[in-house]
């Protein structure tokens, strides 16, 4: 079959190191500005009472923990090639688990938007910190509930031995019943199909009432381009459930190019997506973009007096 062609292939050393090389760096990139964004929400009360960043700084850390378990995978499948069924089980769910969140608060953000621009008067009302919370408790119960019934139906037709076995850590690897292959193609055009009808539902209404009322146009503009956003952003999520189809083909056109085929789909996919949740709130949004600034020039100031000796203090 394709995926045990696949899964037989191996890169040479060095095509292994810098892959892996390219892949580390990426995450430590992206570390560094995941972890700068969760430290200045965190440091700044300010954003804990604002239900729009509660719910972007939860789609921040999501993405890292997505990101962090993907690569893991990926180096793990260079390390050690077939890995424990129960390990492999448990990164798959976390990785499907967080893949599925993305969207979903996609759609809980741009909600959030639209109830600011186009019902202000009620917003205090509508959008608590608590309910941003709920939200965020539901966002993960309606994520987790599809995919975890796939753990279910394979502990009941696999025996216990299978999950003492090593494989290449793949989902149809582990989660090898047909029937789990169609639930999931159908839920995934449930809730795309959803999110899209969301974004463009908030897009519209944002659009004509900014158009029919009084309200702050730039406030309208900005919300606007923050739900295309949002969009280009879903339509990257939206490649990680064509991509293998994609890939299928591809290996016909292509049939001695497969790694790099796979390689460039890993980072087109899992990864470039992933950078957009910082451009979209850490650079384009005014108020962050100056706590970031504020937080950085703080910490320059902070390195500054460290490095002044006590000999240094008696010369000034």
């Given at each position: 079959s394709y995926v045990s062609n696949v899964n037989s292939l191996i890169?040479?050393?060095?095509?292994?190191?810098?892959?892996?090389?390219?892949?580390?760096?990426?995450?430590?990139?992206?570390?560094?500005?995941?972890g700068t964004l969760v430290v200045t929400f965190f440091r700044h009360q300010t954003f804990h009472d604002d239900p729009r960043y509660i719910l972007f700084i939860h789609m921040v850390i999501n993405d890292a923990i997505q990101l962090t378990v993907t690569i893991m995978l990926f180096i793990l499948s260079y390390i050690f090639y077939k890995i424990n069924v129960a390990f492999c089980c448990f990164f798959i769910l976390?990785?499907?688990?967080?893949?599925?969140?993305?969207?979903?608060?996609?759609?809980?953000?741009?909600?959030?938007?639209?109830?600011?621009?186009?019902?202000?008067?009620?917003?205090?009302?509508?959008?608590?910190?608590?309910r941003t919370y709920i939200v965020i408790g539901m966002i993960w119960f309606i994520c987790v509930a599809p995919?975890?019934?796939?753990?279910?139906?394979?502990?009941?037709?696999?025996?216990?031995?299978?999950?003492?076995?090593?494989?290449f850590c793949l989902r149809q690897n582990v989660f090898k019943d047909p029937i789990l292959a169609y639930k999931r193609q159908a839920v995934d055009i449930i809730y795309?199909?959803?999110?899209?009808?969301?974004?463009?539902?908030?897009?519209?209404?944002?659009?004509?009432?900014?158009?029919?009322?009084?309200?702050?146009?730039?406030?309208a503009q900005k919300a606007r381009n923050t739900i295309l956003l949002h969009g280009a952003q879903l339509?990257?999520?939206?490649?990680?459930?064509?991509?293998?189809?994609?890939?299928?083909?591809?290996h016909i056109i292509f049939p001695g190019w497969i790694l790099k085929i796979r390689f460039a789909n890993y980072l087109i996919v899992y990864i470039l997506p992933r950078f957009l949740s910082?451009?979209?709130?850490?650079?384009?949004?005014?108020?962050?973009?100056?706590?970031?600034?504020?937080?950085?020039?703080?910490n320059r100031c902070r390195n500054k007096v460290k490095k002044v000796t006590p000999e240094d203090k008696d010369h000034l």
């Open positions: 890169d040479t050393f060095t095509t292994a190191f810098v892959k892996n090389l390219i892949v580390v760096l990426v995450w430590l990139t992206l570390s560094y500005i995941n976390v990785a499907v688990f967080t893949t599925r969140n993305t969207p979903v608060n996609l759609a809980a953000m741009a909600i959030e938007r639209y109830i600011a621009i186009c019902e202000p008067l009620r917003y205090t009302q509508i959008c608590t910190v608590r995919d975890i019934t796939d753990l279910f139906v394979t502990l009941a037709t696999e025996s216990l031995s299978f999950f003492h076995e090593s494989v795309f199909s959803c999110v899209f009808l969301i974004l463009v539902v908030t897009y519209l209404r944002i659009l004509f009432a900014a158009r029919a009322l009084s309200t702050d146009k730039t406030s339509a990257m999520c939206m490649l990680s459930y064509v991509s293998p189809s994609v890939e299928v083909v591809l910082p451009i979209i709130y850490g650079v384009r949004d005014k108020k962050f973009r100056e706590y970031l600034r504020m937080d950085f020039l703080s």
